[in-house]
């Protein structure tokens, strides 16, 4: 008999695996920050809301406040994330609109 996993525990799974993911290339390319703020909520003990949130959360404050340290890989793998955790938790999805480093505004009128 194959036991299949619920959705829930999919998504979960693929969070696990976007954690497990970051953490591998962090270490290769020495990135303490992002390590520590990895492993300040990761691995997941257990996967109620709560820890997930303490997840999406700390995630998040790393793309705030570090983006500089993080490649476009890193970057997307953690709004991956961010989604999936949104939609483990019930928030809605968020969008995120990036702009070009240097980027002039549109001419008024």
């Known amino acids: 008999m194959i036991a299949y996993l619920s959705e829930r525990e999919n998504v979960v799974e ?3 695996s976007l954690c497990l993911q970051l953490f591998d290339t962090w270490c290769e390319s020495r990135s303490v920050t992002a390590l520590a703020y990895l492993m300040h ?3 997941l003990i257990e996967s109620t809301p709560a ?3 303490r997840l999406g959360e700390t995630m998040c404050d790393l793309r705030r406040y570090h983006a500089d340290q993080l490649d476009a890989h890193g970057f997307q793998a953690l709004c991956e994330m961010a989604d999936l955790i949104d939609e483990l938790v019930g928030r809605p999805v968020r969008t995120v609109r990036l702009k070009a480093f240097g980027e002039l505004p549109e001419p008024a009128g």
Do not use: F, G, I
């Open 51 to 53: 820890a997930l949130r």
């Open 41 to 43: 909520c990761w691995p």
């Open 14 to 16: 693929q969070v696990n």
